[in-house]
């Protein structure tokens, strides 16, 4: 098992809280080897093996009509007469009215419960009935470029290499660990996204269209970093004598965002400070979703890296959006309490054009303003616009 300590140190100030702490993310993305790690933890700090309860709702020995009683008759029968115990609670959006169970635990019994799950709703208002201000959510992706490093720590080849695989094959635990070409690295994740289809989307959603869903799908990742909205999408699909409502996109995509496909980049206007409610984008939870069903293509690069540098402020908690500032386009600004940071993405820098470091002189502060490429050559400093490359920008530990 490889550690992932970022993780670990996220959970670790609400260890022993009365909160339920929420770990979401894509399937496959690592939520189980964090709970082995939290595993790990409790017994380095003297916690008996017998107080550490963990169960996994998509195990076979577990009933698929488990009902919430059910799972709350057996998780207290477990910790009956042991004093404090910590449950480990994996996938759980399987038991339905799971909220209720976690609930009357929290507040019932001494324990103190981690939950995961591959759905947006365990974060949603949905168990804010249950319960509000009780719980912590922490969002899982999968491998940072750090951590992909980590995941591949006896292999020799300079950071520079090894940055040009992660761009290559993705943050998926699964893909890191072994020795995958191309082609079978993008048959695993072609895999991991069409069971999320099959059991997370379509059938939950009685999708009764799955050609026409899975058309906006790969017109989403064909714009993948352009701003759009679902008008731009009806009428593309009924130039190819298809009918949609812009209802049905909208449901799309939040069915999309609620099993961690996709993430939101919403604009914001710099000089309003407003958040603007129209043509926001659109990021994939994992490059290589985008390989997986369209193919490489080095003309996908641009793109790519947006997409690693938008998680990576993700990763790193900010709030993340298309920068609008007049006419002007900045890649991403990043909000984090009273932090701020403005990021441009770039193969290179153009030869015959300043856009990438004009944009972000013309904006009246002084928050930190990078622009990231992967060309050596551009690397500087131009006028307080910091230059860097990529693996860099990744690997800094404060921007």
């Given amino acids: 098992m490889i550690i992932r300590p970022a993780y670990i140190e996220a959970v670790r100030p609400f260890m022993d809280q009365p909160l339920v702490k929420i ?21 380095r700090r003297g916690i008996p093996e017998d107080h550490i ?19 709350y008759d057996e998780l207290k029968a477990q910790i009956h007469g042991k004093g404090r115990c910590y449950l480990l609670l994996d996938e759980i959006q399987e038991v339905k009215g799971w909220e209720k169970a976690v609930n009357s635990l929290l507040e019932g019994a001494d324990a103190d419960i981690y939950i995961t799950g591959s759905n947006s709703k365990l974060m949603s208002s949905e168990i804010s009935t249950y319960l509000t201000g009780r719980y912590v959510s922490i969002p899982v992706y999968p491998l940072s470029f750090r951590e992909f490093l980590d995941f591949n720590a006896g292999d020799s080849r300079p950071a520079k290499e090894l940055l040009e695989d992660y761009i290559r094959f993705g943050g998926f635990p699964i893909i890191a660990l072994g020795s995958y070409d191309a082609q079978s690295a993008y048959q695993i994740v072609n895999g991991i996204y069409h069971t999320i289809l099959a059991r997370d989307v379509l059938k939950r959603n009685r999708i009764n269209k799955p050609d026409l869903f899975d058309r906006v799908v790969k017109y989403l990742m064909e714009n993948m970093g352009k701003t759009f909205s679902a008008s731009s999408i009806t009428k593309f699909l009924r130039s190819e004598h298809r009918t949609v409502s812009a209802e049905s996109i909208y449901n799309y995509l939040r069915w999309l965002e609620q099993v961690f496909i996709i993430y939101p980049c919403h604009r914001y206007d710099i000089q309003g400070k407003a958040v603007l409610a129209t043509q926001e984008k659109y990021y994939l939870v994992d490059v290589t979703l985008k390989y997986c069903l369209l193919g490489y293509d080095r003309k996908m690069l641009d793109g790519a890296l947006e997409n690693i540098v938008f998680l990576e402020l993700k990763r790193r908690g900010y709030e993340v959006y298309v920068g ?8 991403f600004i990043g909000i984090r309490r009273d932090e701020k940071i403005y990021v441009q993405v770039c193969v290179q820098l153009p030869e015959n054009s300043d856009r990438e470091v004009g944009n972000l002189m013309e904006i009246p502060d002084h928050y930190p303003k990078y622009v990231v490429t992967t060309n050596g050559l551009d690397v500087g400093n131009e006028n307080g616009i910091r230059i860097v490359l990529l693996a860099d920008f990744l690997l800094t530990e404060k921007w």
């Fill in 53 to 71: 309860i963990q169960k996994r709702y998509t195990e076979m020995d577990i009933p698929a009509d488990i009902s919430a009683k059910d799972m």
């Fill in 23 to 43: 770990l979401a993310g894509v399937r496959r993305c690592g939520k189980s080897t964090i709970f082995e790690m939290l595993a790990d933890e409790f017994r």
């Fill in 324 to 331: 609008k500032n007049a006419a002007k386009e900045i890649d």
